[in-house]
């Protein structure tokens, strides 16, 4: 019984950095060569960046993707890693994209993976099944493989497989069972959010046993706009047994050994053709024995920050800001959106502001003050009283109008310090405030990017106390966590004036926004019908503002931006029947 080594690299690309992304692969292959592996996969359109939405159409971007493969097979063996398999995932074409006036069925942009060995391309597959939900549009910019890819290694057949096609049961499985295979290798871009690791090995054991194969699944890691990417390789025999697993949020590279042997093929029909492919891979057997371990599962507050930090951290250095600014108030939300930044970038990079008004507490600016001297963020203060002064010397205003024009202000300090500096501007409301509208619009809202977009408030206060335990100073101060929220825009304001408690609120938000629950759904989970109502209310008329809002991390089932997607202009309200006239 032959014994393949395989190398799971679990590795950070970017969107549209195809150069840099195929050194990425030349280094990793290197690392895994030096460790005696016969095989390394690399995750899905790892030579791309993923997802590349709709640069598919580009036929320049797709040609520099053909070509990159090409030179890469041509370069790793210049490497003198001719001899190692290497299979990688890119962005192929095989006729004009599905929208396009010439289309041809059957034909189009292909979602592909690719094995390499000895300077040239020897096989590719294109990913069968094409998710078209939740943060995913791929029927959109691709055309689904109807074919199997079966590679002999020495005396092992490897099937290639592309991400969603694990997630579905029948296709690609059920072939690599009636093709005999020893080995799936799965390639993926999966989106984090919580727990979704424990999800992934339930849905890697079935697959396994499926196929009668062992199946090695390897991930992406790191920050793409709003998705992160969290890992979590793994290697599942084909009895569904955990044989290695990596660790979340960091990148690695998974070594380990597999006694595999040929197999009969077995009857029956598949929904997929069969292409088989020889190589000259020689497994030459190993000196030694690798075993890739299995990593623990850390708790859920660690998984979400540590989510929250690498996608801050990656959209930050991948579009090459230097640094961050922000509002510093002293109160929860900036507080956990400083301990973030700090944690991602390192407290030289990021600067906090603090702008106190007329109405802003002496506790809020000993707070702020507090959390600067425990992090050694870049601290400032410009009061922002005179300016709001000189607009209401000039401009008849009053109540709310007051109220936003001093977030207003804020926002346009912020931006200048920007422009000035070279800042990116982080916003710092939270999922609840972004639900119901809590928000001044070009004001508090003002940022590039969200750190806490997708953290419902009850989440923040959670971690808080969570990073406060950690070890070394406490970087949030306790009176930041225990005092009442306030936006602070008038005398003793609390979010209470104008909000339901937290605690109560949150609920409602994530059966309505997270879940799609009806206004009846959620009366007969216990919560009030008043309260249901005037906070679907809410929900719905702060889509304007969402629309508008910073792009920020997903850690949830849905996060508002590419995952839910509401009209604006929308009559239709729960529990109400609405006379459009």
Excluded at 48 to 69: C, H, K, M, Q
Excluded at 376 to 387: C, K, S, W
Aim: glycine share 10%; aromatic share 6%.
């Amino acid at each position: 019984m032959p014994t393949l080594r395989i190398a799971l690299a679990q590795v950070n690309s970017t969107v549209g950095d195809i150069r840099g992304n195929a050194d990425s692969v030349r280094r990793w292959s290197r690392q895994a060569a030096d460790a005696g592996a016969h095989l390394v996969a690399f995750p899905e359109m790892m030579l791309t960046g993923y997802p590349i939405e709709d640069l598919v159409f580009r036929n320049s971007f797709v040609e520099a993707s053909r070509r990159a493969l090409r030179a890469l097979a041509a370069d790793l063996a210049a490497d003198g890693l001719g001899e190692l398999a290497v299979v990688v995932g890119y962005v192929d074409a095989d006729g004009p994209p599905a929208i396009s006036s010439d289309a041809v069925p059957g034909s189009g942009r292909r979602d592909a993976s690719a094995l390499l060995h000895r300077g040239e391309v020897v096989a590719t597959y294109y990913k069968h099944h094409l998710p078209n939900y939740g943060v995913f549009d791929e029927d959109r910019y691709f055309e689904p493989g109807d074919t199997l890819t079966v590679a002999r290694l020495g005396g092992v057949d490897v099937a290639l497989t592309v991400c969603e096609d694990i997630w579905q049961a029948g296709g690609p499985f059920t072939a690599a069972r009636r093709a005999g295979v020893g080995l799936v290798v799965n390639i993926n871009a999966s989106p984090y959010e919580l727990n979704k690791d424990d999800v992934r090995l339930a849905l890697v054991r079935r697959r396994a046993v499926e196929a009668g194969a062992t199946v090695a699944f390897v991930n992406m890691v790191g920050g793409q706009d709003e998705l992160v990417f969290d890992g979590g390789s793994m290697i599942v025999s084909e009895t569904g047994e955990l044989l290695a697993r990596t660790g979340q949020f960091s990148e690695e590279l998974l070594v380990h050994d597999l006694e595999l042997d040929l197999k009969e093929p077995e009857p029956g029909p598949t929904a997929l053709k069969i292409d088989r492919v020889a190589t000259d891979v020689v497994l030459t057997p190993p000196a030694d024995t690798r075993r890739g371990g299995i990593a623990d599962r850390v708790e859920d507050a660690a998984e979400i920050w540590s989510a929250l930090v690498l996608g801050l951290r990656d959209y930050v250095n991948k579009n090459r800001f230097r640094s961050v600014i922000f509002g510093l108030s002293g109160g929860i939300d900036s507080a956990v959106v400083a301990a973030i930044a700090v944690d991602a970038l390192g407290p030289e990079r990021v600067v906090g502001v603090s702008l106190p008004s007329g109405h802003s507490s002496d506790h809020s600016k000993d707070d702020a003050a507090d959390l600067a001297k425990r992090t050694g963020l870049d601290y400032r203060t410009e009061p922002i009283q005179a300016m709001v002064d000189a607009f209401l010397a000039n401009l008849s205003l009053s109540g709310l109008a007051v109220e936003n024009l001093q977030a207003r202000v804020r926002g346009v300090i912020l931006m200048a310090l920007s422009n000035q500096e070279g800042h990116l501007v982080l916003t710092t409301g939270n999922k609840s405030e972004l639900a119901v509208g809590y928000s001044t619009l070009y004001g508090d809202s003002v940022g590039g990017f969200n750190p806490l977009k997708d953290v419902p408030k009850t989440m923040v206060w959670q971690l808080a106390r969570w990073r406060n335990t950690q070890p070394g100073t406490p970087p949030i101060p306790e009176n930041s966590i225990t005092k009442a929220p306030s936006a602070e825009l008038r005398p003793d304001q609390k979010d209470s004036d104008s909000l339901p408690d937290y605690e109560i609120l949150d609920p409602i938000i994530k059966g309505y926004v997270d879940q799609d629950l009806g206004r009846d759904e959620l009366i007969a989970a216990g919560n009030d019908p008043a309260l249901v109502d005037r906070t679907l209310r809410m929900i719905d008329l702060a889509e304007y503002k969402r629309r508008q809002s910073a792009p920020g991390t997903k850690i949830s089932g849905k996060a508002f931006g590419r995952d839910r997607r509401l009209p604006i202009t929308n009559l239709f309200r729960e529990g109400q029947a609405v006379d459009p006239l």
